[in-house]
């Protein structure tokens, strides 16, 4: 389509225009992982709608069947996983449409927000992050109230990698807002462009009441366009104040210009740190950093009944891998208990072969919850840490638990009507680990026999679609058992993991022994490397970890949190509020200095002029003054002449003939 026809669609049919680009766009933006460049197209066309049509008589109606239509276009992306969520395909599809349906509000939500709010400051630039800050924050509080977190958001996780950097600093909230900012670039940009010529201040954030307008800006319909682009009057005229408004609309133009170029290069150079960081995770072997293997734990053939034949297939498969691993975990879920009781029985035997084969096991178990004892129904998924204990132990020694930890964020139906949720704070634990591979460096406390401690915490599947709790120190990894349905469920979870291992600096351990399971490690510097689709058997990764991880050596384990494990999505809005209100300060000092310049300007012009008044009229004083003194002395030289032919006259009384004056001499008129 050439661009005079899509301009006259988007004029004359944006209703149907706007809609199709909606659910086109929506199919790709809305998928179980979405990506940024759809995001922002679809958040465009958001934009454009809402201010097209949200103070119309029909803006109700309207906004419904755009709900609609997202809510479709987002069940179809989501379509393969959405079918096998729940026991069957009708209420599976039900589910997904009623979720979509809440997914869609929340994004509507500041985008009505904005719109309807009408910011009527004179500054460009807070009406171009005033949307950004709004849909930074309600996707952040929505995020945090949804019982799935992000997963299903609209928060790109696809195509971020000029920006993943700021992931320690804002975490995905600031995506979000990178989202945004683009989004309203985009819409001022084509806004100027449809209705063909920049738009006023008014006219952008709309005041007009009449439904013959087109409300908040663009796109233009063809009946506003005459209220832009009335018919030309001569020059000089001033009806309807059409002269004025032309140079008022020009010199807001510029100014609103003067922003988008702020606002993009702003947005590009923020993509200049991603070619200078070292984007690449560290080497196991070498000078500064240490190898720890770690490995997740899938049995190939998983016995279909549980209890001991399932403990026993899974310490087997831990014991093949102890002698190449330092730390395994198994899967969400892995082994399922009738009692409490019979879960810590399970778990002694766990602790002797973790004392014997000198490894870290993290068991992932399920049990009847304590708090509703004889219903038989509610249950709980916990993991627990077992180590080999302390070294100084006789042979015939055990090992021991060093935390557990149950799940927080339930799946909505499929967990929450049998399992219940667990408000305990995350675990933190430094697991001691000596050197492998290599000799300790000289001033190595401990010498040869130093021990590398080594923070983890544990989070349970869909508690990385939240941000991470706040720790008392940064770990090193995060121990993560999952368990997903399809692969457009566990690729998302593998992503989210991996940004919030990213956001406080660690390495994410992701087993999925679900049937639609991603695993590997992920996190810090890593991005998402998917190491095994699928339940095909245990795999083990050797990553490298800073050697000492912590401030220096005899700080060992004590790492500096990341800023965003520090204060979290709060220093995310208080950088939104440095962005937008620094940005004004900008812009108004701007202004004041451009001002007093012309100011001063004015005032030398005046000055000048003045000083060439002044001079003028020096001049003109001196050359009269000159030409009094010459005409008076012209006078009394042409008054002794007369009066010496007075004298000669009346000396010799002979009669003169007339003579007439000679060409040249000047006679007074009494002559």
Not at 43 to 60: D, E, H, M, P, W
Not at 230 to 256: F, L, Q, W
Not at 434 to 456: E, F, L, N, Q, Y
Not at 559 to 582: A, E, H, K, P, Q
């Amino acid at each position: 389509m050439s661009g005079s026809r899509l301009q006259r669609s988007l004029t004359v049919h944006p209703g149907k225009t706007f809609n199709a680009a909606a659910f086109a766009f929506g199919t790709f933006a809305l998928s179980s992982t979405p990506s940024l460049f759809p995001s922002i197209v679809l958040t465009t066309v958001l934009l454009l709608q809402a201010r097209a049509f949200l103070r119309r008589s029909f803006a109700g109606l309207h906004i419904i069947f755009l709900l609609l239509n997202l809510s479709v276009a987002t069940t179809l992306a989501n379509y393969s996983a959405s079918t096998t969520a729940l026991s069957t395909v009708g209420s599976s599809l039900g589910f997904s449409f009623l979720r979509s349906l809440a997914t869609s509000i929340s994004a509507l939500i500041p985008v009505l927000i904005t719109t309807s709010l009408n910011p009527q400051s004179k500054s460009s630039w807070l009406r171009l992050t005033f949307f950004p800050a709004v849909w930074t924050f309600i996707w952040s509080v929505i995020c945090r109230v949804s019982p799935t977190g992000r997963l299903g958001s609209w928060t790109p996780l696809y195509g971020i990698d000029g920006y993943r950097w700021i992931l320690p600093y804002t975490g995905l909230s600031g995506i979000d807002f990178i989202t945004a900012f683009w989004a309203v670039v985009a819409s001022e940009s084509i806004g100027n462009w449809v209705q063909g010529t920049r738009p006023t201040d008014d006219e952008v954030w709309g005041d007009a009441d009449d439904d013959n307008r087109v409300i908040n800006g663009y796109p233009h319909a063809i009946e506003a366009q005459n209220h832009y682009t009335d018919e030309p009057i001569g020059p000089g005229e001033t009806s309807n104040g059409h002269e004025v408004g032309e140079v008022h609309r020009r010199s807001h133009a510029e100014k609103s210009t003067k922003s988008l170029v702020s606002a993009v290069l702003l947005l590009i150079s923020l993509t200049i740190p991603s070619f200078y960081i070292f984007n690449l995770p560290l080497p196991p072997y070498s000078q500064n950093t240490e190898s720890v293997k770690l490995a997740c734990v899938l049995p190939p053939h998983t016995p279909v009944n549980p209890h001991e034949s399932t403990l026993e297939s899974y310490l087997a498969e831990t014991k093949r891998v102890s002698s190449i691993a330092n730390i395994a975990i198994w899967p969400e879920a892995a082994v399922s208990f009738d009692s409490h009781q019979a879960r810590l029985d399970a778990l002694v035997r766990v602790e002797k072969e973790a004392f014997y084969h000198k490894i870290w096991i993290g068991v992932s178990f399920q049990e009847p919850d304590p708090t509703h004892v004889g219903t038989g129904i509610k249950r709980r998924n916990g993991i627990a840490l077992i180590g080999p204990g302390p070294p100084d132990q006789p042979k015939n020694g055990t090992g021991e638990q060093v935390f557990e930890y149950f799940k927080h964020y339930l799946v909505p139906i499929a967990e929450s009507y049998q399992t219940v949720p667990s408000n305990s704070p995350p675990p933190f634990f430094t697991i001691p680990l000596r050197p492998s591979g290599r000799k300790p460096p000289p001033d190595w406390p401990g010498g040869s026999h130093a021990i590398h401690h080594i923070p983890v915490t544990a989070q349970i599947c869909l508690d990385n679609s939240q941000p991470t709790p706040q720790l008392p120190a940064q770990p090193a990894i995060i121990l993560a058992p999952a368990n997903t349905w399809h692969p457009n469920i566990g690729l998302p979870m593998a992503m989210l993991a991996s940004a919030r291992a990213e956001e406080v600096g660690a390495n994410v351990l992701w087993c999925d022994g679900g049937s639609g399971s991603i695993s590997g490690v992920y996190g810090a510097n890593r991005g998402v490397q998917i190491t095994q689709v699928g339940t095909g058997g245990t795999w083990v990764a050797n990553i490298g970890l800073p050697y000492p991880f912590g401030r220096n050596q005899k700080h060992d384990g004590e790492r500096s949190r990341t800023m965003y494990g520090v204060v979290g999505d709060f220093g995310t809005f208080v950088i939104v509020l440095i962005v937008m209100f620094g940005g004004w300060s900008v812009e108004r000092t701007g202004k004041t200095v451009s001002r007093r310049l012309s100011k001063s300007s004015s005032e030398r012009g005046n000055a000048k002029l003045l000083h060439a008044i002044g001079l003028g009229g020096l001049v003109m004083g001196a050359t009269g003054v000159g030409h009094t003194i010459t005409g008076g002395f012209r006078h009394a030289v042409e008054y002794i002449k007369r009066s010496e032919r007075q004298s000669d006259e009346e000396s010799h009384p002979h009669p003169q003939p007339q003579q007439q004056a000679p060409t040249g001499h000047l006679i007074d008129a009494d002559d």
